[in-house]
């Protein structure tokens, strides 16, 4: 397999932390997906991307167990 962006060939299965928006807040989705060594390209296969999907569902039902890691700041800029 070569990476569409870099072309590369150095691609392997890495931990990542995907992020889920969910109102002002982001979830991060611990998973393992294809990464290219070279550009960081993900590529994510059709359990990953059903995994996900499950995850968005029982986020916006409220029905899947957070836990609180730390704040998102935004400065106020003139």
């Known amino acids: 397999m070569k990476c569409v962006v870099c072309k590369s060939s150095d691609i392997q299965l890495k931990p990542v932390e995907e992020e889920i928006k969910v109102e002002s807040d982001i979830v991060l989705i611990p998973m393992q997906v294809m990464v290219c060594q070279s550009c960081g390209e993900r590529y994510y296969d059709t359990n990953a991307m ?29």
């Open 50 to 78: 059903r995994k996900l999907e499950e995850i968005r569902t029982k986020l916006r039902k409220k029905d899947l167990t957070v836990e609180n890691v730390g704040k998102v700041l935004r400065a106020k800029v003139a």
